[in-house]
């Protein structure tokens, strides 16, 4: 059971740091510095986390849905346990790097000229997203599913794609790279 708390009812101190079992609805949190904080199976339901830092933080079944997270460096995020799913959240020029996302799911997310670097994206689901300008650098992409995303550029030569999932429709997005032409 989620207990919700919205900015009326709460606001984020130094002294309180870690997070269990809650919904935070409403919160403008950008810009703030969430460093060491810990949150577990806690929801952001349509917060702006825009440029918030999250040196050491601890997401554990952490789920956003219709959150903002613009300029979000995820790589800073505790390598002790990482699980997260996003939901309609627009997620432009975050940083996924070096991160453990295996079974992560991406749901309606709008995700512009982010990157993931060297992550691992095993058997993650990309449904209904938007990766304009999005870079897979070095990823493990197998059993990825992209069927139903868009504008995704992804290199098969530099990435794990084996058994990955992808649209005809948008095939071009893995032959880019090749600077061919299809017609």
Known sequence: MHIELTPKDFSFQPDNTEFSNISFT?????YSDLGLYEFCNCKFISCNL???????TLMDGVEFVNCKLM???FSKCSRYVFTVRFT??????????RNRMAKSVFHGCIIHEA???????SEAKFIDCDLSLTQFTVCNLTR????SSVNYCINPAVNKVKKARFSYDQIAGL????????E
């Open 26 to 30: 409403g919160f403008d949190l950008s």
């Open 50 to 56: 825009s440029m918030v830092k999250l040196n050491n």
């Open 71 to 73: 300029g979000v460096d």
């Open 88 to 97: 309609k959240s627009v997620m432009s020029y975050s940083l996924f790097e």
């Open 115 to 121: 990157s993931f670097s060297d992550t691992d994206l």
């Open 144 to 147: 990825c599913d992209f069927r």
């Open 175 to 182: 032959l880019s790279s090749y600077d061919i032409i299809i």
